[in-house]
């Protein structure tokens, strides 16, 4: 099993990272990654819960909770397990000048991304399509610039929408009445 998700990740790298690099992708891979970034995510969590109203609020809050189970696992997570940036294997990969100095496995933005991403399609499923579509070009975006693996990503996926479901199966009522003592 370890062989086929090795060939797996090597097999699906090479193909984001370099058979369909190209100038524009390039440039909005840098660009749009940052999405899933520690700034946005939590700029975008507080302006909900801090500018929001009723449902918007409720939204940011569920989101924030989310955010903190799964960044709490995704790290851990990483110090646990060391897994090396795929730039530091193998050395022909487009690095795109990105060193970080944490690890690998699992991808955080993944995490951080899908998370959000699966709160508000629990709340507005008109827009799942469109928030799952971003928060998975921001996993593919980590793999074409070199800094994770197709597993450290799958992986990051599913801490993000396993926490958002354990947070909307048993946490929402806490956060329905949280929600309601912030209206006061």
Known sequence: MKKGLKWFDDKLIEILNDRIKNDFLDSFMLKFTNLG??????????????????????????????????????????????????????????????????????SGHSSASFSIATTIAFNMPKLSILVLAIALTIGISRVYLGVHYPTDV???????????????????????????????
């Open 154 to 184: 799958a992986a990051g996926i599913i801490l993000g929408v396993g926490s958002a479901l354990v947070v909307h199966i048993y946490l929402l009522v806490y956060i329905e009445r949280l929600t309601d003592i912030l209206k006061m």
């Open 37 to 106: 970034g520690v700034i946005f995510t939590t700029f975008f969590t507080l302006a909900l819960i801090l500018f929001g109203k009723g449902k918007a609020r409720f939204i940011g809050i569920q989101a924030a909770v989310t955010l903190i189970i799964s960044q709490a696992i995704t790290y851990s997570l990483k110090a646990l397990l060391s897994r090396e940036r795929p730039y530091n294997k193998l050395k022909s990969l487009n690095t795109f000048g990105i060193i970080l100095k944490d690890y690998s496995f699992p």
